[in-house]
């Protein structure tokens, strides 16, 4: 079965530490891959995506991901941790190889991330 | 220009009571979905709507659950006779379309729903 992996529920990062968030998944082909925001109370939001070409991919707020093939990975980065990037992160996976109608977006279940002062 | 709107943004009812939540997608985008978050919980896909296409419902829980989009714009999600279990956030998303798989979904603030 086709899935996505975030290994860790929760993240904590020192503000103006790096931050990596791991996504890894299991889909046949190369994926389209996706992460999307959920700042407490507030629906989730678009932060950057891979389609193809460069394998890194910047976003908005800072932030980047880089898309490994050999490790089926896509995690996310920032260089420097702001507070105000504390929220729950989601990776997603589209399959480029399509059977039927199936059409839905593929989701982590999350990962709570938190940046202390 | 307007993103993805949902009413209402908190719905309290009682458990039996039948339920009407409502999405206006961006204007112009072919696609919408529905999604349920649970407390804590990811993302659980419902229905996805593709222009005239027949609607992908294979993430509908029950025979409670159903979904209609008029027009090619606005959709509501019905839930009849609601359980507890129904209790959590709808969200509602659209995109441009999603013949290709690779379009941005824009996401609704959701409705929180509290089933007592």
């Known amino acids: 079965a086709q899935s996505v992996a975030q290994p860790e529920d929760q993240v904590n990062v020192a503000e103006g530490n790096p931050l990596t968030v791991k996504c890894t998944y299991s889909?046949?082909?190369?994926?389209?891959l996706f992460w999307y925001v959920q700042y407490p109370n507030r629906g989730l939001q678009f932060l950057l995506k891979?389609?193809?070409?460069d394998n890194l991919v910047k976003g908005s707020y800072g932030f980047e991901a880089e898309f490994n093939k050999s490790q089926t990975s896509f995690h996310l980065k920032k260089p420097s941790a702001l507070v105000s990037d504390s929220a729950l992160y989601f990776c997603?996976?589209?399959?480029?190889?399509?059977?039927?109608?199936?059409?839905?977006?593929?989701w982590g279940l999350g990962t709570s991330l938190a940046v202390n002062p | 220009g307007a993103g993805v709107s949902q009413s209402p943004s908190n719905k309290v009812t009682e458990k039996g009571k039948d339920v009407e939540l409502r999405c206006d997608p961006i204007?112009?985008?072919?696609?919408l979905y529905w999604y349920r978050q649970s407390l804590g919980q990811g993302l659980e896909f419902l229905i996805y709507?593709?222009?005239?296409?027949?609607?992908?419902k294979s993430g509908l829980p029950s025979d409670r659950f159903s979904a209609e989009r008029t027009g090619g714009s606005v959709s509501t999600l019905t839930i009849q006779r609601t359980q507890q279990e129904d209790s959590a956030v709808y969200l509602c998303?659209?995109?441009?379309?999603?013949?290709?798989?690779?379009?941005?979904?824009?996401f609704g603030p959701g409705t929180r729903l509290t089933v007592l």
């Open positions: 997603a996976v589209s399959p480029r190889e399509r059977a039927g109608n199936n059409r839905k977006l593929i």
């Open positions: 889909v046949s082909g190369n994926p389209y």
């Open positions: 891979y389609i193809t070409g």
């Open positions: 204007s112009g985008h072919t696609a």
């Open positions: 709507f593709q222009g005239n296409s027949a609607p992908d």
């Open positions: 998303a659209s995109s441009l379309s999603w013949v290709g798989g690779t379009d941005t979904q824009y």
